[in-house]
């Protein structure tokens, strides 16, 4: 079930703790990301490169974000524009939809949230493949489009944070996700605190999906923790 969208993402942003948390992010789903710092260089890159995707910062040295999505639009270049608003008011995420963008997502923003984003828009463009229902075994079912978890046909009632998890980890059977790695993508990159969080969270899941020994939901000692789909007693590959 793993993902190759192969997909090509122009990031406009100049704070390196957000482009940092976003090409590390996209990188291990298997997108193409290309990061421009300020406004006139991501224009360029705009320009040169063939991108199925921008991610556009709206304060940003140069040239704004506004500025620079009007220029696009009015070019007649119609790559799907994720805009990403700092502030809480709604002014300007009108603006943004105003001048062409297709979508905002709101700082501080989850990288779950950025990525459903994400999909949706490039699902538009016929450029992602629909995988809206993941299994594991025979028994455990997530619906992406629906948000709802069954085990043995039973309804699973999980909280958003645990449904991002399980969803995170069915997505990529056998991986090894350290803790950072789990807290950055599913609680975000401004998230304060220990990673006990995970642990807290992670028990409360494996409580949800009946998830006894031989463990779903495998404890990689001294890292963290990888998802087996029909549990930890089939082979490590
Ligand atoms: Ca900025």
Redesign the pocket.
């Known amino acids: 079930m793993t993902e190759a969208p192969h997909a090509r993402i122009l990031i406009i942003?100049?704070?390196p703790s957000?482009t940092e948390f976003l090409r590390t992010g996209l990188t291990y789903e298997g997108y193409h990301v290309v990061i421009a710092p300020d406004g006139l260089t991501g224009y360029q890159a705009l320009q040169r490169g063939d991108f199925d995707l921008l991610i556009l910062?709206?304060?940003?040295p140069d040239m704004d974000g506004f500025t620079l999505c009007q220029k696009v639009r009015q070019e007649g270049n119609d790559i799907p524009i994720l805009m990403?608003t700092?502030r809480r008011g709604i002014t300007d995420r009108v603006t943004g939809l105003d001048l062409g963008a297709d979508d905002y997502v709101t700082k501080p923003f989850s990288f779950a949230e950025l990525l459903a984003r994400i999909r949706a828009l490039l699902r538009r463009r016929g450029k992602q493949p629909e995988t809206t229902v993941l299994r594991a075994g025979d028994d455990l079912v997530l619906n992406t489009e629906t948000h709802e978890v069954t085990l043995n046909g039973h309804p699973v009632h999980l909280t958003p944070t645990e449904f991002d998890l399980l969803e995170l980890f069915m997505r990529h059977p056998r991986r090894v996700f350290t803790r950072e790695t789990l807290l950055n993508r599913i609680w975000g990159y401004d998230y304060v605190g220990g990673t006990n969080v995970v642990d807290v969270h992670v028990s409360h899941l494996r409580e949800k999906i009946g998830d006894k020994p031989p463990r779903r939901i495998r404890t990689i000692y001294g890292i963290g923790y990888a998802f087996y789909p029909q549990g930890e007693e089939e082979p490590a590959t």
């Open positions: 942003e100049d704070e957000i910062d709206i304060m940003l990403l700092a």
